[in-house]
């Protein structure tokens, strides 16, 4: 998460003139990101999980034996 | 106000439009207005969010018997707000409840599958000491998937001005007064450094807002799209966002600053008897005045219009140019004595019609209602600290409410003494028998009683 936002960081480190459009539109670009974020985090959960389970299935089996 | 009278600040939302007439406040709805309120009344949600005092009491009311103009128009009826304030003028802490319950009511409105359309700190007003949301037709329906629209206008009215006080010790009133949107992202990101944007909420609030802002206004027509084409914003997210900003605004504190009247209630010139002497004339002239909404101006922390307030149950607004002072009364009042509500105006510079064609925002005696004014060791803070004529000073207070208390503090007075010292005496005016002269051109003097050895004297003067 947190190189994730490093790299957000620099990704955004460029900027220049402006035009007027909608003073709400950067709030709402925000928010698809952050949505973003969170459904990347999400994913990153469930295969951690499914990471974990494996590996606790292996052990399981190892011990058995 | 007996005439019908069209709220001039009330138009930037076209659903309804506030007006006034005998003292009570209406709303006239548009079509939309009608629509959104329908939905307010359907299951009972209007009728909830007044029993747990989230909006103000509101109900229909037939245009016909308020005037023949509004034959056949779709009107509501608000209860009245005792005294409208603005965001510039309340404290850190004032501010920040406000922040609170914008995003507990936001929240609160999600899980019924509604929201707010905005986030406007104007919206909200207190009432007991407590915020409370006046405008109904910001509530709509909440569809499955939106964004929250008013993200930036929040950080902008609320969460930026109280990080602005936070984490560099600004407060936000005079510069929120100057911009009445707020503080702007923008300006803010310039003045944070690299150890703010650390904290995860201020690197996404103010940083990542500002440069997403940015991005947006260089190519305009790509945001739009990005925005209309993006994956929706689930509801849980939204929840989240608003969570984590409550979590974090919940714990920010005010950068402490020494103010010059942090000590004033201690380190002041009185003596107890004096002290004493000083309450008992307050208590006589409640008792004999009986008002319901006083005006108590430089009130410190409150300590003489407690009586009125407490005991006899009177409506007191506090008026003081000290925030740290205010802010504490606030934290005092907002515990025990809800009906003192301390607000923050500079004396010197009071807060005047302000917003589009000078009259969306009212100025402070425009506002004012009062039925008793007092003004107790104020007048040589302004006549001899900010070179304000005394005759002004007089006319200024008078102006408030047609009877009050003014203390005339002498030049022989240590106080006194101590603003001049390294100013000189430039104030042949400033006597006790001039005070006199003046007080009775403008209001009968009804009682003059001393309340010190030094000689400070408080005026009772009636305007009838």
Known sequence: ?65 | MTNLYYEPGSFRDPAGKIFYKNGKVYRKLSETGAKRFDYLKKDNLLEELIKKEFIVKTSETNGRQIDDKLKGEKILEHEKIDFISYPFEWTFNQLKDAALFHLDFQIYLLNKNAKLIDASAYNIQFKDNKPIFIDVLSIDEYKDGEFWYAHKQFCENFFNPLLLSSRKGVSFNNWFRGNLEGIQTSDLNSLLNFFDFTSPSVFINVFMMNKLDERSKINPKKASDKVKFSKKFSKKSFINLLSQMRNFISKLKSKKKISDWDTYEENNTYQVQEEEDKLSVIKNFVDKHNPSFLVDLGCNEGKYSEYASKQKNVKVVGIDFDLNVLDRAYIKSKKNNPNFFPMYVDFSNPSSNLGWAGSERKGLQERSNFDCVIALALIHHLVIAKNIPLEDVIKWIVSFAPSGLIEFVPKEDPTAKIMMSLKGDIFKDYEEKKFETLLSKYAKIKNISNVTSTNRKIYEFNKN
């Open chain 1, 1 to 65: 998460m947190k190189h994730f936002l490093i790299i957000v960081f620099i990704f955004l480190m460029s900027t220049n003139s402006y035009a007027y459009i909608d003073p709400g539109t950067g709030g709402i670009l925000l928010q698809a990101l952050l949505g973003a974020i969170a459904a990347i985090g999400a994913y990153i959960t469930i295969y951690w999980r499914k990471f974990k389970n494996l590996l606790s299935k292996i052990f399981k089996v190892k011990k058995k034996d």
